[in-house]
């Protein structure tokens, strides 16, 4: 395995030194340059584009969204730069950016909070379905901290129409897609969305329904060293050592005969949205009224105390899987969003959005409710665009959030907690020379913890952020940003509070309510070329961090479950992405045919300095190579292939993960039937060498592993 390692780090170092050798000497076709598209970048509160923008961020469009969707959100969006998911099977799973998840990476929806518990733990749905999305922007290093404290690691934003910002134009338009997935999982998917203008009026009206069935796997849901692991534990217990022996041959037996499906893995969801809005000369104000339903099994999920003194009865019951836990989550959701341009000479602009939402979940175990989870939260956001000044462009305003959170139930291992957070925020942009900006960021707010019970904890974490953006030929081709951070994390109420059995992570979890304030310094640096021959970019970071509360193992017991504790250390994270693409249609003409060849790599390595050793789910080094092909924007072929290394760098208590590689294949087909309107056939092949592989980042990698081989065929029909 360390010889495979290896070899990964030197063809990903290999990689970049061509990249960027390709990227300084390529001749380039100036009649032909590939462009990004000129997207804008909505979570930045002066709206830049992508290609202005100099910072460490991916934008996925409609179609991308479309071509890559999954169940869940992390799922759709893992193979971004620096992207990874805490794979809690196909009904929930959340982004890991740069080795951060949880509460250190802020899952947004419009730009304020999603309202789900999705952040308490990896079992729990995201609510921000990809189905819904017409944007998803992912925001990498500190910047991203103008959305809160709690996005120290990145934030992702995912934007939808429901609001509509500008008049349509059309007095009816829509789409309807539909999906269905081979026997691997036996996705039926089916979307729509319409929407309309009268006069200044416009209107929105979605929804979509996803089933999945059990997905099938390689092999055994239990992982090898897991396996070997659970062996030498039971060998250690000489009480029981003749009963493991004879019992371990039945053991395989048992799973051979469910080898190949995982079980508890299928899938319900659905959400609807009708919004509206006023849009004039000056701005636009609007509303919107959302549900969503999910219910979702969680695999490899046992209650560790259900099994000691079973009696035959109760062994056959849990083999029938009456034990199975399952998570039924509904939330409503109101959006209130608004504009008004030109309010006086010394504000451009001023924008509020407004999030409320109810979200309730219910976790079932063995048929009974184990534990239900109440969360009403309101964000509102208020941001002032001003004329420029000396010299600077910019915005401030403020951001408060309130969230009433509660887990009720026997099992829970958290007491209600209302918590307060009122915020204040600044971006300002200098323009130095016609090449060079200057861009500077900070943000105080105050975090207010209440807990039932226990005595109330009070925070008040500071943020800056500071650095300049070159463009050196002055054209847009290149760009280079380099951004300095001190940033400051309040301790959520998991953290603080936690005690108890939490049986989605497997462990029992312990708070500490002494925990202080997280604090970091940070570098990014931003490279990127968005026109030419080859177009790509390159980002090294940085992190240290004073009192980094990170979750580890304590070797001890409770209640049949290992002990996992929350603790203060000095830690530091570094690594890069990286990404370039070849333009092969740019040196050689071949009429309407497009061809490029892409690489993109990411690492990450973290560090405990109190203790030196790693800090744990970190995920390893990963290479991605891509080949496009296009014809005339009405078809496109890509083959990819998704390289792993092993990752056994691993804290104390943490089983290494083994690397694994994955073939992907996706074909679209555009076939245009009406005036205006066009239809889109696509299919989509994954794991196509069926490898077993498994998510380092998860809590569950060594129960679920990823889906085997499985096909997706689709279809788009715009009306």
């Given at each position: 395995m360390r010889t495979g390692s290896l070899l990964g780090a030197k063809f990903t170092?290999?990689?970049?030194?061509?990249?960027?050798?390709?990227?300084?000497?390529?001749?380039?076709?100036?009649?032909a340059l590939s462009e990004l598209p000129p997207v804008t970048v909505s979570a930045n509160p002066l709206n830049p584009t992508l290609l202005e923008y100099g910072k460490p961020i991916s934008v996925m469009g409609r179609e991308e969204i479309e071509s890559r969707m999954e169940s869940t959100l992390g799922e759709t969006i893992r193979l971004e730069p620096g992207v990874r998911s805490s794979f809690f099977g196909q009904g929930a799973s959340r982004p890991v950016i740069?080795?951060?998840?949880?509460?250190?990476?802020?899952?947004?929806?419009?730009?304020?909070?999603?309202?789900?518990?999705s952040d308490v733990s990896e079992d729990h749905v995201v609510v921000a379905d990809?189905?819904?999305?017409?944007?998803?922007?992912?925001?990498?290093?500190?910047?991203?901290?103008?959305?809160?404290?709690?996005?120290?690691?990145?934030?992702?934003?995912?934007?939808?129409?429901?609001?509509?910002?500008?008049?349509?134009?059309?007095?009816?338009?829509?789409?309807?897609?539909?999906?269905?997935?081979?026997?691997?999982?036996?996705?039926?998917?089916?979307?729509?969305?319409?929407?309309?203008?009268?006069?200044?009026?416009?209107?929105?009206v979605s929804g979509f329904a996803r089933e999945t069935d059990d997905y099938e796997i390689p092999g055994f849901a239990e992982s090898s060293r897991f396996q070997e692991m659970e062996a030498i534990e039971h060998d250690h217990e000489e009480e029981h050592e003749d009963d493991h022996k004879e019992d371990h041959g039945d053991e395989h037996e048992e799973e051979g005969e469910t080898r190949g499906k995982?079980?508890?893995?299928?899938?319900?969801?659905?959400?609807?949205?009708?919004?509206?809005?006023?849009?004039?000369?000056?701005?636009?104000?609007?509303?919107?009224?959302?549900?969503?339903?999910?219910?979702?099994?969680?695999?490899?999920?046992?209650?560790?105390?259900?099994?000691?003194?079973?009696d035959e009865h109760e062994e056959e019951e849990h083999e029938h899987g009456e034990e199975d836990v399952r998570i039924e989550a509904e939330q409503v959701r109101v959006d209130m969003r608004g504009r008004v341009d030109d309010l006086s000479e010394s504000i451009e602009s001023v924008k509020f959005r407004v999030g409320y939402a109810d979200y309730e979940h219910d976790e079932i175990e063995g048929g009974a409710i184990g534990t239900t989870y109440e969360r009403d939260t309101v964000e509102t956001r208020l941001e002032f665009l001003h004329s420029p000044f000396a010299g600077l462009s910019g915005a401030f305003g403020f951001q408060v959030l309130y969230d009433d959170f509660s887990a009720l139930g026997e099992e829970a291992f958290l007491v209600p907690v209302k918590t307060w957070s009122p915020a204040f925020f600044v971006f300002e942009e200098?323009?130095?020379?016609?090449?060079?900006?200057?861009?500077?960021?900070?943000?105080?707010?105050?975090?207010?913890?209440?807990?039932?019970?226990?005595?109330?904890?009070?925070?008040?974490?500071f943020s800056v952020s500071a650095g300049p953006v070159w463009n050196p030929t002055g054209d847009g081709e290149y760009s280079i940003?380099?951004?300095?951070?001190?940033?400051?994390?309040?301790?959520?109420?998991?953290?603080?509070?936690?005690?108890?059995?939490?049986?989605?992570?497997?462990?029992?979890?312990?708070?500490?309510?002494?925990?202080?304030?997280?604090?970091?310094?940070?570098?990014?640096?931003a490279v990127r070329k968005d026109r030419g021959v080859v177009t790509g970019g390159f980002t090294p970071f940085y992190q240290g961090f004073s009192n980094y509360i990170n979750l580890s193992g304590t070797g001890g017991e409770d209640e049949g479950l290992p002990i996992f504790a929350y603790e203060e250390i000095d830690a530091y994270f570094w690594g890069f992405?990286?990404?370039?693409?070849?333009?092969?249609?740019?040196?050689?003409?071949?009429?309407?045919?497009?061809?490029?060849?892409?690489?993109?790599?990411d690492y990450v390595r973290a560090r405990n300095e109190d203790?030196?050793?790693?800090?744990?789910?970190?995920?390893?080094?990963?290479?991605?190579?891509?080949?496009?092909?296009?014809?005339?924007?009405?078809?496109?072929?890509?083959?990819?292939?998704?390289?792993?290394?092993?990752?056994?760098?691993?804290?104390?208590?943490?089983?290494?993960?083994?690397?694994?590689?994955?073939?992907?294949?996706?074909?679209?087909?555009?076939?245009?039937?009406?005036?205006?309107?066009?239809?889109?056939?696509?299919?989509?092949?994954t794991n196509l060498t069926d490898d077993e592989a498994r998510v380092h980042s998860s809590f569950l990698k060594d129960l679920a592993p990823l889906r085997g081989r499985s096909f997706l065929f689709g279809i788009r029909a715009n009306i």
């Open positions: 170092v290999a990689a970049l030194l061509l990249g960027i050798s390709l990227s300084a000497g390529a001749e380039e076709n100036e009649s740069r080795g951060f998840a949880g509460d250190r990476v802020r899952v947004l929806k419009n730009g304020v909070t999603t309202g789900d518990v990809p189905m819904q999305a017409e944007q998803i922007e992912i925001l990498r290093g500190p910047e991203t901290l103008l959305y809160g404290s709690g996005a120290i690691g990145g934030a992702v934003n995912v934007t939808d129409d429901s609001i509509p910002e500008a008049p349509l134009g059309k007095p009816f338009e829509g789409n309807v897609l539909g999906q269905l997935g081979n026997s691997a999982d036996n996705e039926r998917t089916l979307g729509a969305k319409l929407r309309g203008e009268s006069g200044n009026l416009n209107w929105h995982l079980d508890n893995s299928d899938t319900e969801s659905w959400g609807a949205t009708v919004g509206g809005s006023y849009v004039w000369e000056k701005g636009f104000v609007g509303v919107s009224v959302g549900g969503f339903g999910s219910d979702y099994g969680v695999p490899g999920h046992v209650h560790a105390e259900e099994h000691e003194g079973e200098a323009t130095l020379t016609d090449s060079l900006n200057f861009r500077v960021g900070g943000r105080v707010e105050a975090v207010s913890h209440d807990p039932e019970g226990l005595e109330s904890q009070d925070f008040v974490p940003g380099l951004n300095f951070a001190y940033t400051e994390r309040a301790p959520n109420a998991i953290e603080l509070f936690s005690n108890g059995q939490h049986l989605a992570r497997q462990i029992f979890e312990v708070g500490d309510s002494e925990l202080d304030k997280e604090s970091s310094w940070g570098v990014d640096l992405e990286f990404e370039s693409a070849f333009h092969v249609d740019q040196i050689v003409d071949m009429g309407p045919h497009g061809f490029a060849l892409e690489y993109q790599a203790a030196s050793a790693d800090v744990p789910r970190i995920p390893p080094l990963r290479n991605i190579i891509r080949a496009r092909y296009n014809y005339s924007n009405l078809w496109e072929a890509l083959v990819e292939g998704v390289f792993v290394e092993e990752q056994d760098d691993v804290a104390e208590f943490e089983i290494p993960t083994d690397s694994y590689a994955l073939l992907n294949t996706e074909v679209n087909v555009r076939l245009p039937f009406l005036e205006n309107r066009d239809l889109r056939l696509f299919a989509r092949g």
